[in-house]
């Protein structure tokens, strides 16, 4: 909670996430973010892409 009120986040608050190796950096973000479903799954490549995950077997109706 001190690093959040030391840099003025705050809920609703847009930041940005970056992947430094072995580090995290978050920082507010200047401008408000939206994102496009399209340009996003464009982003989509093999070397980024998750193996399915099991979930067990159905509970309900669900088919598979």
């Known amino acids: 909670m001190v690093i959040a009120n030391t840099l003025s986040l705050r809920e609703g608050l847009y930041v940005t996430v ?3 190796g072995d580090s995290i950096i978050i920082k507010p973000s200047e401008t408000d973010i939206s ?4 340009d996003m799954l464009n982003e989509i490549t ?3 892409i998750h193996d ?4 067990g077997t ?4 669900e088919t598979w």
């Open 18 to 20: 970056q992947d430094k």
């Open 46 to 48: 093999e070397n980024n």
């Open 52 to 55: 399915c995950i099991e979930t």
């Open 35 to 38: 994102y496009n479903l399209t």
């Open 58 to 61: 159905p509970l309900g109706n």
